[in-house]
């Protein structure tokens, strides 16, 4: 069954630093998204993607953050400086339409110190 | 804005208990919603969806109906097993307006014990 993936699973950097999460959606798919969950809080929604732009992105996707489908496979999400509160999981996910069910990754959990 | 209440966990349980996690939602317009699960070590797993009023959803035993007049969505399973604990997370769509984007409740972690 195809499937969502992350890598890599757990990235620890230290604050001010760039990190890079990657994900690789389902093939067919063509809606991609990330969302976040800070430890203990809500599963929030980032920014979501289509024919190669954001098509809607929250208030927590400020300009440190960025998105980029670079070849076709991957999807990425950028954050340019990371800050102590960025430390969350981040989750990654596809669907085939706007409003069909979205499959996620098993996540990346970020640690900044 | 939309939101979506779940009950605090953790739930424990034991096997073959009835369970029930209760989510409520707030909502302009008509949103769908969704079950989501999370095994340990694993990404969000959809468990089951409605897309409108009166729906059921169901899967692997697990039900929900959506209850437009309560604005309602809560979890039953009438017989639980050790297999599933996990992480239980109600969500909703709304189609009101944005591309997609779910909104999820905090999660109700759940534990059945042999």
């Known amino acids: 069954e195809p499937e969502v993936t992350q890598t890599p699973s757990h990235q620890v950097t230290q604050m001010g630093q760039e990190v890079i999460l990657r994900c690789v959606p389902i093939s067919n798919h063509l809606y991609f998204y990330w969302y976040r969950q800070i430890l203990g809080q809500k599963v929030e929604f980032l920014v979501s993607f289509y024919n190669n732009e954001i098509s809607e992105k929250s208030e927590i996707f400020d300009d440190q953050f960025s998105v980029e489908r670079p070849d076709g496979s991957n999807f990425t999400l950028k954050i340019r400086s990371t800050k102590l509160e960025d430390s969350a999981m981040y989750f990654c996910a596809s669907g085939s339409g706007g409003y069909s069910e979205q499959y996620f990754g098993p996540g990346t959990r970020l640690t900044v110190t | 804005g939309d939101s979506v209440t779940q009950m605090e966990g953790p739930v424990t349980l034991s096997e073959e208990a009835f369970l029930t996690i209760n989510c409520t939602y707030t909502a302009t317009g008509y949103p769908s919603l969704f079950w989501y699960v999370q095994y340990p070590g694993e990404g969000l797993q959809l468990l089951l969806k409605?897309?409108?009023?009166?729906d059921k959803g169901s899967n692997k035993g697990f039900e929900a109906t959506y209850r437009k007049e309560t604005t309602s969505f809560h979890l039953e399973k009438g017989s639980v097993q050790v297999s599933d604990s996990a992480v239980y997370f109600c969500a909703l769509l709304n189609y009101g307006g944005s591309q997609g984007n779910l909104i999820f409740g905090k999660g109700t972690k759940l534990s059945v014990k042999p």
């Open positions: 409605a897309t409108k009023a009166d």
